[in-house]
């Protein structure tokens, strides 16, 4: 079973452009879509396309339109204390695949919110194989939750996937030593401003983001996927590292592709697939999403590992 946490739920509203975003233009709209949005519930969706048993811990009303939806698409939905209302982000996609996002902050946990959504991530981890910690943090929640959450978790024997960016990023890396996720999943962006490194570089050269993610893994965590865009992804741990180059793809939208890489890569794991294989699915997952429109998730029928080309990395330590 695969837990997740999404500490910042959203709506997520597409709106979709019929020509290129004009900054103080008027311009028309083709669709709108509203979906329920968040990394971990992005997860747990993709989870229940593929009938994978799944439950996502959220902060919201147990009787929130929000949770119903979700509960109505067949997501398990475990509660916790809410701060407020549901945020609504809205993404803008023009003709080309190219993605604007206005994210809102979301309402302001207390102390006591925060301490009942750990407790909660902790009582149902009892029988999750895997963990997933996602998304950004609400105002009030410490930089350091995920991190602290790692800690707690350690009894549970879940094992932890972490997909954050920002402060809660950055709490995590100065305490990988202690907290350990069993998997890291940043972009090539996110790694760049651990590492000093430059982004783009990272996303153009494999085997630079390959050993900008071996800092990570050295320092504690125990596997870093990250993703570089049009460039697939790279997937490091103690026993080496590999690259994935993506099928032919023609993007529609970027929003939540990383989450349904990451999704992917868990799925791979839990049919036992080796660390080539769970790439193979990571990349795979994530070039199907980014085909599809919004937050949409795909359908194992829509993935095509078959197409992904994998390649062991030489050169790559640090």
């Known amino acids: 079973m695969i837990l997740t946490l999404t500490p910042n739920p959203s709506v997520d509203r597409t709106v979709s452009l019929t020509t290129a975003l004009q900054r103080g233009e008027v311009q028309k709209i083709s669709t709108v879509l509203d979906q329920p949005g968040g990394k971990g519930v992005n997860?747990?969706?993709?989870a229940v396309a593929a009938e994978v048993p799944t439950v996502a811990v959220l902060p919201a009303r147990d009787d929130d339109e929000f949770v119903t939806s979700l509960r109505?698409?067949?997501?398990t939905v475990v509660t916790s204390t809410p701060a407020g209302a549901i945020r609504m982000n809205i993404t803008v996609t023009e003709p080309d695949g190219t993605t604007t996002k206005l994210n809102a902050p979301g309402a302001t946990l207390s102390p006591t919110d925060v301490e009942a959504l750990a407790a909660t991530v902790v009582e149902q981890a009892a029988g999750a194989t895997w963990v997933v910690l996602a998304g950004s943090l609400?105002?009030?929640a410490p930089a350091t939750f995920y991190a602290d959450l790692c800690r707690a978790l350690r009894d549970t024997g879940a094992r932890v996937a972490v997909d954050t960016s920002g402060a809660p990023l950055a709490a995590l890396v100065a305490d990988l030593a202690d907290a350990q996720p069993d998997l890291m999943k940043p972009n090539g962006e996110e790694l760049a401003s651990l590492t000093g490194d430059d982004a783009d570089a990272l996303e153009a050269d494999p085997v630079a983001a390959a050993r900008a993610a071996r800092v990570l893994v050295d320092r504690g965590a125990r596997a870093v996927?990250?993703?570089?865009?049009?460039n697939g992804a790279v997937l490091v741990n103690a026993d080496g590292a590999w690259h994935a180059s993506?099928?032919?793809t023609t993007v529609v939208s970027t929003v939540g592709a990383g989450d349904s890489s990451l999704f992917g890569h868990l799925l791979a794991d839990l049919r036992g697939l080796d660390a080539p294989g769970r790439l193979t699915m990571s990349v795979a997952y994530g070039s199907a999403a980014a085909a599809l429109?919004?937050?949409?998730?795909p359908t194992p029928t829509q993935v095509r590992p078959d197409l992904v080309s994998v390649s062991a990395l030489g050169g790559w330590h640090a």
């Not at 109505?72 to 997501?75: A, M, N, T």
């Not at 429109?293 to 998730?297: A, E, I, Q, Y």
């Open 72 to 75: 109505d698409g067949g997501v």
């Open 138 to 140: 609400p105002p009030g």
């Open 225 to 230: 996927l990250a993703s570089l865009g049009g």
């Open 246 to 248: 993506p099928p032919p």
């Open 43 to 46: 997860i747990s969706r993709a």
């Open 293 to 297: 429109p919004g937050t949409t998730v």
